[in-house]
C-alpha cells in the first residue's frame, strides 16, 4: 500500500461538506492531508505512515495541533497498535481492499477515534481556521483553472 493509495482514500473520507488538502505546510511544519469540514468549521489532520519505522522515527506529528482540530495517523491495517497512538490522537487503519476491476480501493476502519482538542467557538481558533483557508485559497484556485482548461485532443 503506498502513500498515494491512502491519500485516495482519505479523498473520500471528506464527503460533500469538505475539502481536501494533501501535503498541507503551516509555519515550519508540513501535515500529510487536512480535511477542512466547512460545515463545522474543523480541520482534521492525517499523518500518514506506510512503514513501521517511519512512525517510530517520527514524533513530531504531535505537534500539527497548533494548526488542526483533531489529529489522527493513518496506516496499513496492522502497522500501528491502538496503545501506541496517545489521547487525542487517533488511529485509522486502511484495510487493502479491490473494487471489481481489480483497482486499489481501501476500507478505512477507525481503531482509535480522535478527540477534538480545540475549541471550535474561540476566536483564536476561528482565527487560525481563517488563515488556514487563505492559505490554501490560491492553491485551490490554480487547481480549478487547470481543471476548467480544455484537455488537448478531446473537442467540447
Known amino acids: 500500500m503506498t502513500v498515494s493509495d491512502i491519500h485516495n482514500v482519505l479523498t473520500r473520507i471528506g464527503g460533500f461538506k469538505g475539502i481536501y488538502v494533501p501535503e498541507f505546510t503551516w509555519g515550519g511544519y508540513r501535515i500529510d492531508a487536512i480535511v477542512i469540514d466547512i460545515q463545522h468549521r474543523w480541520i482534521r489532520g492525517f499523518e500518514i505512515k506506510t512503514r513501521r519505522n517511519d512512525f517510530t522515527r517520527d ?8 494548526f488542526c ?9 496492522g502497522l500501528i497498535h491502538p496503545e501506541e497512538i496517545e489521547k487525542p490522537i487517533g488511529l485509522l487503519w486502511i484495510r487493502e481492499d479491490r473494487n471489481y ?31 488556514v483557508m487563505e492559505l490554501e485559497m490560491p492553491r485551490m ?5 487547470r481543471l476548467k482548461q480544455p484537455t488537448p485532443g478531446l473537442r467540447g
Open 59 to 66: 514524533q513530531k506529528f504531535t505537534e500539527y495541533t497548533q
Open 101 to 131: 476491476r481489480g483497482e486499489f480501493w481501501g476500507l478505512p476502519k477507525w481503531k482509535k477515534k480522535p478527540q477534538n482538542f480545540q475549541k471550535r467557538n474561540s476566536l483564536a481558533w476561528l482565527w487560525t481556521y481563517v488563515r
Open 141 to 145: 484556485q490554480i487547481e480549478l483553472t
Open 69 to 77: 482540530s483533531s489529529l489522527s495517523v493513518v496506516c496499513p491495517d
